[in-house]
């Protein structure tokens, strides 16, 4: 069995710059920029932005988390693009096709991602995806998880990568 400790955070980093920037240039035909790993780039309690934000896990030899921050608006424009969908399409369904393009968005990130787990010897499964919304909340670690946050940018926009790990027990 794998060890949490075995991961290189170069291997979590790699993985993530390529599979946020693979999605977004397939699916949006947007080019992502690597800004930085810090957990202080989370979005932080307080915020004034309303975000939407993906999740999917993954278990196996590694188990984990990956929520993926996206504010309201910058989703919204998503989804359009993504979509194909007029303003007036968006209009009458803008919540539920923004849960579902960025549940589908953030199922592919985590999907590539966990496809370099797998390839680097720690195989892993997939979670079904789920959306969360608001602001002023934050995501926490429990003290057995390793915890890497990502930040990129596309169009002016901060798409924030909040991974927690866990090896099996």
């Known amino acids: 069995m794998a060890a949490i400790e075995e991961i290189a955070e170069s291997l979590i980093r790699e993985n993530i710059i390529r599979a946020v920037g693979d999605v977004f240039k397939t699916m949006l035909g ?3 920029l690597f800004r930085s790993a810090d ?17 999917v896990g993954f278990i196996g030899d590694i188990n984990g988390l990956i929520y993926l921050y996206i504010d309201e608006d910058f989703a919204g424009k998503c989804t359009r693009e993504m979509l194909g969908m007029t303003d007036q399409e968006f209009a009458e369904n803008g919540s539920e096709s923004v849960n579902d393009a960025i549940g589908e968005i953030t199922n592919m990130v985590v999907g590539s991602f966990k496809n370099g787990l797998c390839d680097a010897g720690y195989p892993c499964k997939l979670t079904i995806p789920s959306i969360l ?22 169009q002016g926009r901060q798409i924030t990568a909040d991974i927690l790990l866990k090896s099996e027990d």
């Open 30 to 32: 947007q080019s992502v």
């Open 39 to 55: 957990s202080a780039s989370a979005p932080q309690p307080g915020s004034a932005l309303q975000h939407v934000v993906g999740t």
């Open 133 to 154: 919304r608001g602001r002023n909340f934050s995501v926490e670690q429990v003290s057995s998880t390793q915890r890497h946050v990502y930040s990129f940018e596309t």
